[in-house]
């Protein structure tokens, strides 16, 4: 019954921003464990940052201090803001959902990061 869907990926140079959108139906959205991953051609599939229905909150090494993960539980809305991006950070992003209802993916949105 669960269904994500990103929105705010593209192409940005070096130094620059995005945020990123997970819109959600269904499920109990204010106590899911949510999170953004990404992957790149040729590469395993990883997290990036996560943050639990409690609001417990972390990031991956790398984007500490970059990235900001937040949600919205009236809109069922999870966000990523990415500011100081970088080339390594090019990947497609995907929002993942786990709760009663069990393990959801988005589609994912391409973000490239590029001069």
């Known amino acids: 019954q669960v269904q994500l869907v990103e929105s705010g990926g593209g192409l940005v140079q070096p130094g620059g921003s995005l945020r990123l959108s997970c819109a959600a139906s269904?499920?109990?959205?204010?106590?899911?464990?949510m999170g953004w991953y990404r992957q790149a051609p040729g590469k395993e599939r990883e997290w990036v940052a996560v943050i639990s229905g409690g609001g417990v909150i972390n990031y991956i090494d790398s984007v500490k201090g970059r990235f900001t993960i937040s949600r919205d539980n009236a809109k069922k809305t999870l966000y990523l803001q990415m500011d100081s991006l970088k080339p390594e950070d090019t990947a497609v992003y995907y929002c993942?959902?786990?709760?009663?209802?069990?393990?959801?993916w988005g589609q994912g949105t391409q973000v490239t990061v590029s001069s």
């Open positions: 269904g499920g109990i959205f204010s106590s899911d464990f």
């Open positions: 993942r959902s786990q709760g009663p209802a069990g393990n959801y």
